[in-house]
């Protein structure tokens, strides 16, 4: 399974999920259709699924022109976004299954950027990475801001993500990842692995190079929203309680 990124409008990035034995293709978080419908025609290419992680419109707003660019494309989503994404079919929970060809991805329900956000993990094979398509609620160096649901879900969210294999690759929904950095170097100063990653960071963005796909591992240890049990990020915000000093971090971003 080929992963393509599209970045799109400001700083979305769209992921095409091409299966080059049986030339089919999913895509996740479609904002505009377009340049989805683009490269589909380039791999010439079926498009047979929509996994979208959540209803906001940056994510869902190329649906309705996909399904009718391409005969029988199935419309995936969480069940708790019944009503909200377009043209949603199969309405999906924690632990159930999507394929793309011969890889099989789980579902995780993440709530906390918003109410219903799920995300799909590809396992890693014999000859392929992991894959992790989290949205909106894990990023670069970040996450997701609280818009519908609490610090307690967004911490257990979180929680269920980080718990995924070192080299898992993580492809968030959002080229965020240089402000995210200068956030978290405010709060964890002393981390010379997020001093060498910002560097790196810095260097690729003036090149004009995405900065996704990161990997779990590197999130682990220079991500704070992934490091609030750590004792520097707990004295940066006064507290050794997990949910507050995760509240405390996320409003101290939110003002940032």
């Not at 970045?7 to 990035?13: E, G, K």
């Not at 579902?107 to 392929?128: D, K, M, Q, S, W």
């Not at 915000?237 to 971090?249: G, I, M, Y």
């Amino acid at each position: 399974m080929q992963v393509i990124r599209i970045p799109v409008l400001t700083d979305n990035y769209i992921f095409l999920l091409h299966d080059h034995i049986k030339n089919i293709a999913a895509v996740v978080d479609p904002a505009i259709a377009e340049p989805v419908i683009e490269q589909l025609q380039q791999l010439d290419a079926k498009l047979v699924a929509i996994f979208n992680t959540h209803h906001h419109h940056d994510h869902v707003g190329g649906n309705q022109q996909l399904i009718k660019s391409f005969d029988n494309v199935v419309v995936y989503g969480g069940v708790e976004d019944r009503g909200r994404i377009p043209g949603q079919q199969v309405f999906l929970k924690e632990g159930d299954c999507v394929t793309v060809g011969n890889r099989t991805g789980v579902v995780f329900f993440v709530p906390g950027h918003t109410r219903a956000h799920i995300a799909y993990y590809f396992p890693a094979t014999p000859t392929e990475s992991g894959e992790l398509f989290c949205g909106d609620t894990l990023f670069a160096g970040g996450c997701g801001r609280l818009f519908e649901g609490t610090p307690t879900q967004m911490l257990e969210s979180l929680t269920k993500l980080q718990a995924l294999p070192d080299d898992t690759r993580v492809w968030c929904a959002h080229e965020y990842t240089l402000n995210n950095l200068k956030f978290a170097l405010t709060v964890d100063s002393n981390n010379p692995e997020l001093k060498t990653r910002f560097t790196a960071a810095q260097a690729a963005r003036s090149r004009n190079e995405s900065t996704i796909p990161s990997d779990l591992g590197l999130e682990k240890r220079t991500n704070p929203f992934l490091r609030w049990n750590q004792p520097a990020l707990q004295t940066a915000v006064d507290s050794s309680d997990p949910v507050q000093t995760f509240a405390r971090l996320r409003g101290m971003k939110d003002r940032f």
